[in-house]
T-cell receptor, first 112, second 113 residues
C-alpha cells in the first residue's frame, strides 16, 4: 500500500466557493502529479511537479492551481468552483528509479 | 495525434479462464509501457512495467507482452478469480516526455464465479 493521502475523499460544494484538495506523500518522492478522471474515462494530467518550487501544467487545461512548498505536500486549489469542475481528482507521486506512479485514493468533487 | 486504445467493450470471463486485454497505440515511440489496476472509487495501482527491449514480463498469474512493431501490448491474467474483477489501464511514457505517463481509458474486466 502506497503512502500517499488525499483529503477530503468526497466534497459537495456550491458554485463560486474556493476549495483546496490536499495531497501528501511520505515516500520522499520528488515527482508529484494531479490527474482528473470522469467516470469510465481516461486519466488526464492537469498539473505536475518535479520538486519544491517546481510546478507545470499538464496536457488538460484546468482552471485549478497548485503549489509545492514542501516535498511531501502538493495541494490543488480552485478559486471559484463551477459545476464543470465536478470530477474525480487523483494525486500521484513517482519513484525516480522505477518510473512507476503511486496514486492516492482520490477526491470525488461535486459542485452544485 | 498520439492515441492509446484499449478493448472498448467490457470483458466478462468465467472463473479459472485466462483473461486477455489489449492495448494498442499510435504515434508513440514508448521507452516502456505500464499496466495498472483500478477498482471503483480508488486510485490506480501499479502492476507491471515492460521496456521497449523486452518481449514478455511475468509476475505470478500476470503476463505482459510488448510488440513495438505491432504497437501493441497484451495483458494476460491466468486462472482468473472474481477478485480480479476491476478496470485495467495501460499507460505509456514516450521517450523524451520528461517521464510523464499517458493513460488509456481502461478495460473493465468481470470474472464470473
Amino acid at each position: 500500500e502506497a503512502d500517499i493521502y488525499q483529503t477530503p475523499r468526497y466534497l459537495v460544494i456550491g458554485t463560486g466557493k474556493k476549495i483546496t484538495l490536499e495531497c501528501s506523500q511520505t515516500m520522499g518522492h520528488d515527482k508529484m502529479y494531479w490527474y482528473q478522471q470522469d467516470p469510465g474515462m481516461e486519466l488526464h494530467l492537469i498539473h505536475y511537479s518535479y520538486g519544491v518550487n517546481s510546478t507545470e501544467k499538464g496536457d488538460l487545461s484546468s482552471e485549478s492551481t497548485v503549489s509545492r512548498i514542501r516535498t511531501e505536500h502538493f495541494p490543488l486549489t480552485l478559486e471559484s468552483a463551477r459545476p464543470s469542475h465536478t470530477s474525480q481528482y487523483l494525486c500521484a507521486s513517482s519513484d525516480p528509479w522505477m518510473e512507476t506512479q503511486y496514486f492516492g485514493p482520490g477526491t470525488r468533487l461535486l459542485v452544485l | 495525434s498520439q492515441k492509446i486504445e484499449q478493448n472498448s467493450e467490457a470483458l466478462n470471463i468465467q472463473e479459472g479462464k485466462t483473461a486477455t486485454l489489449t492495448c494498442n497505440y499510435t504515434n508513440y515511440s514508448p521507452a516502456y509501457l505500464q499496466w495498472y489496476r483500478q477498482d471503483p472509487g480508488r486510485g490506480p495501482v501499479f502492476l507491471l512495467l515492460i521496456r521497449e527491449n523486452e518481449k514478455e514480463k511475468r509476475k505470478e498469474r500476470l503476463k505482459v507482452t510488448f510488440d513495438t512493431t505491432l504497437k501493441q501490448s497484451l495483458f494476460h491474467i491466468t486462472a482468473s478469480q472474481p477478485a480480479d474483477s476491476a478496470t485495467y489501464l495501460c499507460a505509456l511514457e514516450a521517450s523524451g516526455s520528461a517521464r510523464q505517463l499517458t493513460f488509456g481509458s481502461g478495460t473493465q474486466l468481470t470474472v464470473l464465479p
